[in-house]
C-alpha cells in the first residue's frame, strides 16, 4: 500500500475516523492539518490539488486522493478483520455506514458543529429552524442503535468492524451538541467496548 | 446467493438503484411494493420484520434484511465487474456513493419528492424555507459531476461500477425537481452512456 497522507481539520469527527481505523488496523498515517474557520480547505490550491469539493478529510494514497470518510475509513482497513469477509456482512457494515451519514451525521455531528465551533448564539435563522429537527433525528438515531445494540456486542456479526468506528466517532462526543447518552445503556456499553480495543486512540491523540 | 426480494415503493430513485444494479448484474430480484404515502412502511409488522427504521428500499437475502439502497446495490453488484478489484478504485466508488448519499440525494432527490409527491403549494415553512439552499446544494452536486466526468466515461476507472448507478438514479429524473440538465454537457452524455449497456431497464420498468 502506498504511503498514506491524511489532509484533515483534527477536531472533525469524520477525520477522527480514519485515524481510528488506521490506529485499529495497525496502518501508518501521515496527518496535515488545515483550519476550516480559516477557509484552509476553500483555496485555489486545495481546490485543484487536494478536492474540488472543498472538504475534508482526504486520504491521500501516494499521488491519488480519496475524499468522504467512511469510503477512507474502509480504504485503511482493507486487508484487515475490520472489514468482515461474508458478503451480507460486508454489505451490512456499509449499510450502518450509508446509514451514519444520512440519518446520523447531519443530525448529531452537525449539531456538535452549531454548538462548539459556531455558537448556539450566532446561528442563523434557517439553522435555528432547522434545530430542533436535527435534535430530533439525532435522538432517533441514538435511539435506532440503542436497539439495534441490545443484546449484540458490535453492529455487524460478533467483531467490530469499520462501522463501529464510523459510528463511534461522533457518537461518544454526541452530549458536545447536547444529546444525553444517559437513556442508551446498550450505546453506552458498545462505546466502553470501542475503548476497549487494542490500538485505540482518543480523538484528541 | 439467496433468493433476492425487493421491498420497495418503486418511483423512489433509491429503489430503482437496486433494480438496475440487478438488471446489469444479470441478478433475478422479486419485488415487493408498499405505498409509502398510505404508511404502508410504518406499520408495526413493517417495523418489526423489514426494517425498524420504517424506510425503504430494503433488500431481504433468504432471511436477512439489509436497508439502505447504496449498500444493497453493491450487494446485488458483488462478483460482478460492477465492483472493481483493484482496492482504491473499490474505495473510490464508494467515496462517489457516500457523497451521493450526502450532498446529491439531500438535495436532488428531496426536491423531486417535495415537487412531484408532495407539491410545493404543500410544503411547510420549514421546507419552503430549505429550498432556496437544496437547489443550490443539487446545482453544485451537477456542476461537481460534469467537472469530474469531463474527459472521462464513467465515475471510476474506465468501467462502469456502482458509482455510476447509484449517481445516475436521481441525476436523470433530476429536472422532475426543477434542476435543469442543459448546462451539464458531460453529465448528459455519461447518462446516454449508462443507458446504452447492455440489461439496462428505465426507472419504469
Chains 1, 2 share one sequence.
Not at 14 to 29: E, M, T
Not at 159 to 169: E, K
Request: proline share 4%.
Amino acid at each position: 500500500m502506498a504511503m498514506l497522507i491524511l489532509h484533515e481539520y483534527a477536531a472533525s469527527g469524520n477525520c477522527y475516523k480514519i485515524r481510528l481505523a488506521a490506529a485499529l488496523a495497525g496502518k501508518r498515517l501521515d496527518r496535515r492539518e488545515y483550519d476550516i474557520l480559516k477557509g484552509e480547505t476553500r483555496t485555489r490550491a486545495f481546490l485543484a490539488n487536494v478536492n474540488a469539493n472543498g472538504r475534508i478529510p482526504v486520504l491521500q494514497a501516494g499521488d491519488r486522493f480519496l475524499p468522504e470518510s467512511n469510503a477512507a475509513a474502509f480504504y485503511v482497513a482493507e486487508g484487515t478483520a475490520l472489514i468482515p469477509g461474508d458478503p451480507f456482512d460486508r454489505a451490512d457494515m456499509l449499510r450502518w455506514m450509508f446509514w451514519e451519514q444520512y440519518n446520523h451525521e447531519p443530525n448529531i455531528a452537525t449539531v456538535r458543529f452549531w454548538m462548539t465551533l459556531v455558537g448556539e448564539d450566532n446561528l442563523n435563522d434557517l439553522q435555528r429552524a432547522m434545530l430542533p429537527g436535527k435534535r430530533e433525528g439525532g435522538t432517533a438515531a441514538l435511539k435506532l442503535m440503542d436497539e439495534h445494540l441490545a443484546g449484540r456486542d458490535w453492529f455487524v456479526g460478533d467483531a467490530p468492524s469499520v462501522a463501529d468506528i464510523c459510528l463511534y466517532a461522533y457518537t461518544h462526543v454526541a452530549a458536545e451538541g447536547g444529546f444525553d447518552l444517559g437513556p442508551w445503556a446498550a450505546v453506552r456499553a458498545w462505546i466502553a467496548r470501542v475503548e476497549g480495543q487494542e490500538g485505540y486512540i482518543p480523538i484528541t491523540a
